[in-house]
């Protein structure tokens, strides 16, 4: 099972700074199978980015992720207000398609 | 639109079993996967399985093997997630998500909250 480590637990940054969150993964991700979700409270989660990079449909472009293997990255330009929320990692290349444990994200 | 409805809250004693139902709109069902995720209060989210709407081929986390069961109605366009024997830390949220192929979970289901306690 592919364990991932997300980092940090929580980030609090001013409106309009860049945010930058990291997943590291317990073993090679195959063929860069890494989504990030965003989850508000008490609502559902959301695709963000898929395939370690694509943003998913709606998507604003200020949301973009990056790296492969084992080390990946989401990065917020120009943190809004609305913003706030968890942001979690997921493989989705083996089975189990496990989680990151989530960073929260606060504004300032 | 693209849509996935899932059905309401239930409360459930320990021991017994619960049914969720998850009913797509606005695409052709059997051309996607369907997959659960729960989250417990306040905790993160935890993947138990997947079903195939095409053919209803499963694959479940070991964790729930033998305890969950993943159907699918293609004639209503509904996948179904029935968890037995349950415990106190069942309590969660789970939603249903739709699986493109060799894609993440794209579509998610509003979520259906079970509440184990006797």
């Known amino acids: 099972e592919i364990v991932l480590t997300q980092s940090p637990g929580t980030l609090s940054l001013s409106p309009g700074e860049r945010a930058t969150l990291s997943c590291r993964a317990s073993?090679?991700?195959?063929?860069?199978?890494l989504a990030w979700y965003q989850q508000k409270p008490g609502q559902a989660p959301r695709l963000l980015i898929y395939g370690a990079s694509s943003r998913a449909t709606g998507i604003s472009d200020r949301f973009s992720g990056s790296g492969s293997g084992t080390d990946f990255t989401l990065t917020i330009s120009r943190l809004e207000p609305e913003d706030i929320a968890v942001y979690y990692c997921?493989?989705?290349?083996?089975?189990?398609?496990?989680f990151g444990q989530g960073t929260n994200l606060e504004i300032k | 639109q693209v849509q996935l409805v899932q059905s309401g809250a239930e409360v459930k004693k320990p021991g017994a079993s619960v049914k969720v139902s998850c009913e797509a709109s606005?695409?052709?069902?059997?051309?996607?996967?369907i997959t659960w995720v729960r989250q417990a209060p306040g905790q993160g989210l935890e993947w138990m399985g997947w079903i195939s709407a095409y053919n209803g081929d499963t694959i479940y986390t070991q964790k729930f093997q033998g305890r969950v069961t993943l159907t699918t109605d293609t004639s209503t366009s509904t996948a179904y997630m029935d968890l037995r024997s349950l415990r106190s830390d069942d309590t969660a949220v789970y939603y249903c998500?739709?699986?493109?192929?060799?894609?993440?979970?794209?579509?998610w289901g509003q979520g259906t909250m079970v509440t184990v306690s006797s």
């Open positions: 073993q090679s991700v195959s063929s860069s199978y």
């Open positions: 997921q493989q989705y290349g083996s089975s189990p398609h496990s």
């Open positions: 606005g695409y052709t069902f059997t051309s996607y996967g």
């Open positions: 998500a739709r699986k493109p192929q060799e894609r993440a979970f794209d579509i």
